[in-house]
């Protein structure tokens, strides 16, 4: 009876599994024994998870986003005169081919299309950049559908190289409520959203249009991941309390951390990040000016392995930042405030309201924290 239960169970689960096959028929003869890739387009911070396909690695085929320690998927292709690719999807997923030039030279890509279920052929042409790949699927389909639809809320670029225009975030938001509100079951909008953010940064309607999906299709991962990284900016946006962060077994902070200066300033940052070392001696020149004014300043590093966090202490020491750091091992911080970029600068009252939420500006941070103290 046992050795049927487990039986029952592999037919099942392989049953589940096939549901979510997808096979490419992948030709392209200019790039025979070249290479191209193929994952998600651009990632924000935070959201690599999400684009979770699985390809079958074999001698052509290998997972380029696990051998980099990626947290999205991306997969490097020698091409060959035929290339079967057989993987696995949880649902579909927005995705590009691209092709790595020589450093110092722009990468070029497709245009995105949609990953998902199913059998379809895909044969590339020799000068793939910003090409469009009309893949006969029922999320392609639709995809296509709706970028036409929302052609109008852009300027067209002039440049292959630059991303078009968004005109009004506000009217392009309305549009997509009522499109969700014809279409509550749609991946595509959703991914929609994902884009905007990604692109253009929080906007309170996103999560307004988040709320009309059928309740069915809120149940589905990515929506889920999707609505607690806007929850989580959501509640650490101006004026509300910042959480709690433990960042280690012994270190940690809180709202008690709070109430002993008139403003804390915290600047998140890594020492992969160009523009937070750059910016450092600004911050520095910052903490002089109000050191002495009941003004503290935190440092959270995005950094869990020892060696970048001996790269980190030595950036802090070289720039004389004498102030609290702090390293998000166990990404506390990163997770309850929805942080998907640096440098991130928050200025927090002593009752732990959030006064600033700031993208990479010490200028305005100065403004503010110089007005709040008037």
């Known amino acids: 009876m046992k050795k049927l239960f487990y039986t029952v169970l592999i037919l099942i689960s392989n049953c589940i599994y ?4 997808f096979e490419i028929d ?19 911070k935070g959201f690599g998870d999400l684009y979770t396909f699985k390809i079958q690695p074999n001698n052509n085929i290998s997972d380029f986003g696990k051998k980099m320690r990626m947290d999205h998927s991306i997969y490097y292709f020698k091409i060959q005169k035929k290339n079967i690719v057989n993987g696995f999807i949880e649902y579909p ?13 722009a990468a070029y890509s497709t245009k995105v299309f949609f990953l998902e279920k199913g059998k379809y052929k895909i044969d590339l042409p020799k000068d793939i950049h910003n090409v469009e790949l009309n893949i006969d699927s029922p999320t392609n389909r639709e995809y296509k559908i709706l970028q ?13 190289h630059q991303l078009d225009s968004l005109i009004n975030m506000d009217k392009k938001q309305e549009f997509l409520r009522e499109y969700i509100r014809r279409n509550p079951d749609s991946y595509v909008a959703l ?29 589905n991962k990515l929506y889920k991941g999707v609505e607690a990284r806007l929850k989580a900016e959501q509640s650490t946006s101006i004026g509300q309390k910042i959480p709690d962060i433990y960042f280690d ?21 890594s020492t992969t990040c160009a523009p937070c070392i750059k910016g450092m001696p600004e911050i520095v020149n910052l903490y002089n000016e109000y050191k002495g004014q009941n003004v503290n300043f935190i440092t959270i590093t995005d950094e869990q392995k020892s060696n970048r966090m001996e790269v980190a ?7 004389n930042a ?11 911080f990163q997770k309850k405030v929805n942080a998907t970029s640096y440098p991130l600068h928050f200025i927090i009252d002593e009752n732990g309201k959030i006064i600033a939420r700031i993208s990479n500006s010490i200028e305005e941070a100065r403004t503010i924290i110089k007005e709040y103290l008037q």
């Open 18 to 21: 096939s549901q979510n096959n």
């Open 26 to 44: 992948l030709r392209s003869d200019s790039y025979i024994n070249d290479s191209l890739m193929l994952g998600a387009p651009i990632t924000r």
């Open 93 to 105: 997923q927005p995705v590009a081919f691209g092709y790595m030039v020589k450093k110092g030279e």
């Open 148 to 160: 036409t639809s929302l052609e109008p809320f852009y300027i067209k670029s002039k440049s292959p």
């Open 191 to 219: 991914w929609e959203i994902v884009n905007d953010y990604t692109l253009n940064d929080y906007h309170p309607a996103y999560l307004e249009n988040l709320n009309l999906f059928s309740a069915k299709f809120k149940q």
């Open 249 to 269: 077994k012994q270190n940690k902070l809180t709202s008690e951390d709070f109430k002993k200066y008139k403003l804390t300033f915290i600047d998140y940052w």
């Open 313 to 319: 202490r030595n950036i802090l020491k070289k720039n």
């Open 322 to 332: 004498n102030w609290v750091n702090f390293f998000d091992v166990n990404k506390d």
